[in-house]
């Protein structure tokens, strides 16, 4: 579910709703944690979605 939350917020930073996507991206992370660890391979993909959003929707 959590890589499935990612696909989704990814496809919502394509399309320009930022702000729907790092709510996303921020459900998927913490549910990452909280299940599979902070260096779960998931967990880290997810932090690395949410890193790259914050980056890009600050240069905007």
Do not use: F, W
Request: net charge negative.
């Amino acid at each position: 579910m959590v890589i499935q939350l990612n696909n989704l917020a990814l496809l919502l930073k394509d399309k320009g709703d930022y702000e729907q996507a790092e709510s996303l991206l921020r459900q998927a992370l913490e549910i990452s944690e909280n299940i599979l660890g902070s260096e779960h391979p998931d967990t880290i993909a997810c932090r690395a979605s949410l890193e790259d959003l914050l980056v890009d929707g600050s240069n905007d």
